[in-house]
């Protein structure tokens, strides 16, 4: 096999971990350290999208759209929290199915507000050449977009005053109020980092994925899979098992169809459940 | 300093605790005593606001508290929980810097402080608190309480699990807190021995209500009271 | 009358729904009779996954895949059998049945042999759905006269045909419908009776307490996997009967949709309930079927998704729910005698004709035996190659520091934790690699720091289930657990739930459980923890008492109580073995008071 033909396939595939991985941060960090499984991530991602596109729609630079579409979500996810998912604290299952009826109600208003398909954004298309192959150069930067948006986050959770805090009120809420943390607005500010990280995922994945109602979904599936396999450590976690079943998965598509890609993705989640049935993380000492 | 007065709450319908009253004064250290099941735990944890109040009003530093319990913790009510608690997937380090910066101390500082009152956390400084023995984790949690820097400690059962030799090392810990930096003590405890080297004065409690209130020579001596009492 | 008639609730309003679906059946408009086929076909998928969520306490979401699966197995054999047999039921149901409790069967050995997490299990079921979905894409098979033509589906299944031969007609939507409810209401009636059995009972218990069932002496990774296959051939038999009623099915029968919908017509009828299920998919049926002609019209996911959140915020038992906790209040609270429970005074005479009989059932008290016991975690050795002989007579104490390894050892004699190396006796059994359940077949008896008592069972009920685990024998099981409740005074609380109960009784109760097992060695961590003096005082005559006739050891931090039991004392540190005596001499040894004791400068 050719060099340069195997620099492409691992390039493209790193670039599609890449995008897992930002599709699934805030997912990370919404389990991770408030023990939530959030099934309207996707949704989240979508909105996330739409407002971006809305946003250049009527002027605003692509740039610029994005800490929009970051606004807008953390802002319906602040509510979210607030109205829904902090009555639900410590119930895993009853979270998950109430955001997820949430998820559909998003759906469907996406589907009434913007129909079903939507037009994407007009960006320049650049691309690089290896050899004689040739790979676009968006999907590629999403690759320092990823690392950026992971060491963001992560020195945001263990360098910051918030992130000492958010840790604590997840670990034990009430020992959490009992020093004197306002647990409440935290957990609030936390739900919202993770819908925002959503929002920000969509806005910044819109000139790959347009903006469709059921775009989320996709991505989401496969989100809940990665966290679930990574288990308590969730950001580092997250990051190694983006890495490993959505770059496996991309190798494996490269080479064989798409359908064996998933395929692999699928069976290899089942193994390392089996293998680490609490996650592959579950005996690591380390904070996130 | 510190005052429950007419304090009556429970969990959901089930009422625990009936209009008990009780109070510290500044640089005491009281002790609640009781058998098990009288409501011992459901007044501490009525003091720091972490069940809702029926009725009843907590005082502390001579203000009324609001119902936060963040709040209280601002105000100056440390708290040392039954089971310690420590935030188990963050460094000892962390667990007292989060408390001393949530109270708007310096966190360094509070660190470098309490390692020197408590030298069995330096070694384990870098670890996570869920790493620890029960007895350590016992100490960190109350070197936590001790960041936010509290007019008035409350302790939980703080023997509870933890081996002799800890629990003296203990014991001498909070008599420094006490009578050094005049820190006051409230004190659940079903140890009598550790409870009469703290405390000077006691209230028993019986049925989720104050049946009486004495002082330690009366307790020390007053086999009879013991027995009745507390069933030793 | 009235607690009679709430207790057989569940038998009562089904039959009586079933006679009106039948008796109205013929009068209702054909296309209502044959939409309302499918809403009795997807409660009927949601029985299944109660089975294994609202009774097994795993929320599957796998339950789609048994019934896609059961539907294209079920199928392709009705394709294949009904030009010449007719009798589509007779092959699809049974096909679709087994090919579903198979697959069940299969996943859930891995979930349960690996003993996965909760959200693990149904990540995984979930996955497993997701997989077949995507293979199905793709997959195309010719099974004789049946083409599975991937996403394009397979099509001509026949539909359901009750006549012999090959020219049996396939039945009108009216009469379909009154056979899918004929048979729905048979499968529900059999749940029902299966979930009040023995069986069904244990099922529960494992819901409640994993971890404390296996130590009363069930397999319950076996329970777990039957239970799933159970689920699984109903789910399947679901299937198969909705391909005979849409004679067509595709890929989309593994989507996410259908997967995340199946926990809706659980929830909205009511967990755990059975019956709810139907209620919720018939509810749902209903409401599509009327906003279809309305207005709304595609509207009707957003509705969904609103009813769904509200439903988890507010109507957590969902209708069936309610309304049994509406009823309920009407009637007597068997409760009520919690409050009325004295202080625990242990009848020694009563204590010792029960270990006599358990002496005579389950022969002669066992040594337990370790030998160069080693458990490593990382770096840490908590049990570092610990060799102690442990026989009947006194009680054996382990005290040590915080760390020194004691729960680690009483954990690893148990089961819950591997060696690394060294071996453990029970008598003449090498028990290192045997699982709990079977350690506590052979005799071992645990008592761990909490209590642990199936809450929502009567104290009776506890009592019963333990000694059920042991005889295997219902008519014994209630003579012993009876004599144990006698022993602990709490035969006014027979019919009281275990967690209406203290803490403190909750103990006792718990230690009856282990004493209904008739254990020959019996290992106790921390069992004055929380108690009162008097409490204390009790129970260290219980354990004295009790080894006179088995093998006790006891992990204990309370001093005074260790000396209560006049004992052999062993106090291990960092791992090893340190010291050995009576507590007495114990208290004189430097090297222990340095470790462990305290030389009392401050108290």
Redesign the interface.
């Known amino acids: 096999m050719e060099p340069d033909y195997l620099a492409t396939v691992l390039l493209s595939s790193l670039s599609s971990a890449s995008i897992l991985l930002i599709a699934t941060l805030g997912l990370a960090v919404v389990y991770g350290l408030m023990g939530v499984?959030n099934l309207a991530h996707g949704e989240f991602l979508m909105v996330g999208a739409y407002s971006a596109l809305t946003a250049t729609q009527i002027g605003i630079p692509y740039v610029l759209a994005i800490p929009v579409a970051v606004m807008i979500t953390m802002l319906i996810g602040g509510v979210v929290e607030v109205l829904?998912v902090r009555?639900?604290y410590g119930r895993?299952?009853?979270t998950m199915?109430?955001t997820?009826?949430?998820?559909?109600?998003f759906?469907?208003?996406a589907v009434?507000l913007f129909g079903t398909v939507s037009p994407g954004i007009g960006m320049p298309q650049y691309s690089i050449r290896i050899g004689e192959f040739s790979l676009a150069a968006y999907p590629l930067a999403m690759i320092a977009v990823a690392a950026g948006t992971l060491a963001f986050v992560y020195l945001l959770l263990t360098r910051t005053v918030y992130g000492m805090k958010a840790r604590a009120s997840i670990q034990e809420p009430e020992m959490a109020q009992a020093i004197g943390i306002d647990s409440s607005r935290i957990n609030m500010l936390t739900f919202a980092i993770g819908t925002g990280l959503a929002g920000f995922a969509g806005a910044v994945l819109l000139p790959i994925i347009p903006a469709t109602p059921s775009m989320g979904?996709f991505f989401a599936?496969k989100g809940?899979?990665t966290v679930?396999v990574a288990g308590p450590v969730a950001l580092t976690g997250t990051a190694l098992t983006a890495v490993g079943l959505g770059g496996g998965a991309s190798v494996t598509a490269s080479f064989m169809?798409s359908?064996i890609g998933?395929?692999f993705f699928?069976?290899a989640?089942?193994l390392l459940?089996?293998l680490y049935?609490?996650?592959i993380s579950s005996k690591w000492r380390r904070k996130l | 300093m510190f005052k429950i007065s007419n304090a009556t709450g429970g969990y959901g319908k089930t009422i625990i605790i009936r209009d008990v009253s009780i109070s510290v004064k500044t640089g005491e250290a009281v002790a609640l005593l009781g058998?098990?099941?009288v409501g011992k735990t459901t007044l501490m944890r009525f003091a720091t606001g972490l069940i809702p109040s029926k009725s009843g009003l907590v005082e502390i530093d001579d203000r009324t508290a609001p119902p936060a319990p963040a709040k209280r913790a601002r105000m100056g009510l440390g708290y040392v929980p039954q089971g310690r608690f420590v935030f188990p997937r963050m460094s000892v380090a962390e667990n007292i810097a989060v408390a001393a910066a949530s109270n708007g101390h310096d966190a360094k500082e509070t660190i470098a402080e309490l390692l020197l009152d408590f030298p069995l956390l330096k070694p384990k400084v870098d670890d996570l608190a869920g790493g620890l023995?029960?007895?350590?984790q016992q100490i960190l949690a109350l070197a936590r309480a001790l960041a936010i820097k509290p007019k008035i400690l409350l302790l939980d059962e703080p023997t509870?699990?933890?081996?002799?030799?800890?629990?003296?090392?203990m014991?001498?810990v909070l008599?420094r807190m006490n009578t050094e930096r005049g820190i006051a003590i409230l004190i659940a405890e079903q140890n009598l021995?550790?409870c009469l080297?703290i405390a000077d004065r006691a209230y028993v409690m019986e049925k989720g209500s104050i049946r009486m209130e004495t002082d330690r020579d009366r307790l020390r001596h007053d086999k009879a009271l013991q027995q009745e009492l507390?069933?030793? | 009358m009235s607690e009679k008639l709430f207790s057989s609730s569940g038998l009562i309003f089904p039959a009586i729904a079933t006679l009106l679906a039948v008796a109205l059946a013929g009068h209702i408009d054909p296309y209502l009779a044959f939409v309302a086929t499918s809403w009795v076909i997807f409660g009927l998928l949601g029985l299944s996954l109660d089975i294994i969520w609202g009774r097994g306490g795993f929320?599957s979401l796998a339950q789609t895949a048994f019934y896609g699966l059961g539907g294209y197995l079920g199928s392709v054999v009705a394709i294949n059998m009904a030009p010449t047999t007719g009798l589509t039921l007779v092959w699809a149901l049974p096909a679709g049945a087994a090919f579903g409790a198979l697959v069940a069967a299969a996943l859930g050995y891995?979930i349960f042999f690996?003993?996965?997490?909760?959200?693990?299990s149904?990540?995984?079921s979930?996955?497993?759905t997701?997989?077949l979905w995507?293979?199905t894409?793709?997959f195309k098979l010719d099974v004789g006269a049946a083409d599975i033509g991937g996403d394009n589906g397979l099509a001509n299944i026949p539909g359901i045909v009750l006549g012999l031969g090959a020219d049996s007609d396939a039945l009108g939507p009216n009469a379909a419908f009154v056979t899918v409810v004929l048979l729905s209401a048979s499968i529900y009636f059999v749940t029902r009776w299966l979930m009040r059995s023995n069986f069904g009972r244990i099922v529960d218990c494992i819901r409640i307490d994993i971890e404390k069932t296996e130590l009363l002496g069930y397999d319950i990774r076996k329970y777990q996997v039957i239970n799933f296959a159970y689920s699984g051939a109903v789910a399947g038999v679901a299937g198969a009967l909705f391909g005979l009623w849409a004679n067509y099915l595709n890929p989309s029968i593994f989507s996410?949709q259908e997967a995340?919908l199946v926990?809706?017509y659980v929830?909205i009828g009511g967990l755990g309930t059975l019956a709810g299920p139907f209620l919720g998919a018939i509810g749902i049926g209903w409401l599509s079927f009327w906003l279809g002609g309305g207005t709304v019209g595609g509207?009707t996911?957003?509705i969904?998704?609103?009813?769904?959140?509200l439903l988890?915020?507010f109507l957590?038992n969902g209708f069936l729910g309610a309304i049994g906790g509406f009823w309920k209040r009407f009637l007597p609270d068997p409760n009520d005698a919690a409050r009325n429970t004295g202080a625990v005074k242990i009848d020694t005479a009563v204590l010792e004709s029960i270990l006599i009989d358990a002496e005579r059932q389950a022969g002669p008290a066992k040594p337990l035996l370790t030998e160069d016991l080693l458990k490593r975690f990382g770096g840490v050795i908590p049990v570092n190659k610990v060799s102690r002989h442990f026989v009947e007579g006194k009680p054996h104490a382990l005290i040590?520091?915080?760390?020194a390894g004691k729960s680690s050892f009483l954990k690893t004699c148990v089961g819950l934790y591997r060696p690394e190396g060294g071996t453990i006796r029970l008598g003449s059994d090498e028990i290192a690699n045997v699982a709990v359940f079977d350690r506590v077949r052979r005799g071992l008896g645990v008592k761990n720091q909490k209590p642990q008592v199936f809450g929502e069972l009567t104290v009776l009920d506890n009592l019963w289930t333990a000694a059920f685990a042991r005889t295997r024998d219902d008519v014994r099981a209630r003579e012993i657990s009876q004599k144990v409740l006698g022993m602990l005074g709490l035969e006014a609380q027979s019919k009281v739930q275990a967690d209406a109960l203290?803490?403190?009784q909750q103990q006792w109760l718990d230690i009856g459980m282990v004493l209904c097992l008739a254990p020959r060695v019996v290992l106790l961590d921390?069992p004055a923890?929380?108690?009162?003096?008097?409490?204390t005082r009790e129970l260290s005559l219980l354990v004295r008492t009790l080894a006179r006739h088995t093998t006790v050891v006891v992990v204990e931090?309370d001093?005074e109580f260790v000396r209560t039991l006049e004992g052999h004392v062993t106090v291990l540190h960092q791992g090893k073995l340190f010291a050995e005596g009576d507590i007495d001499s114990l208290r004189l040894n430097d090297a222990v008071l340095?470790?462990?004791?305290?030389?009392?400068?401050?108290?």
């Open positions: 499984i829904v009555r639900l895993l299952f009853d199915l109430a997820w009826g949430l998820g559909m109600v759906n469907q208003g009434l979904l599936v809940f899979l679930v169809t359908v998933d395929v699928f069976l989640t089942a459940l089996w049935p609490l996650g | 058998r098990n099941g023995s029960g007895g350590q509870e699990g933890v081996q002799p030799s800890i629990i003296d090392e014991a001498g008599k021995d550790f080297s507390l069933g030793v | 929320l891995v690996a003993r996965m997490g909760d959200l693990q149904t990540i995984l979930y996955t497993f997701l997989l995507s293979v894409q793709t996410v995340l926990p809706i929830l509207q996911t957003l969904l998704g609103a009813v769904l959140v988890v915020l957590q040590g520091p915080n760390g203290s803490h403190g921390e923890a929380g108690m009162t003096n008097e409490e931090h001093m340095d470790i462990y004791l305290g030389r009392g400068e401050h108290v």
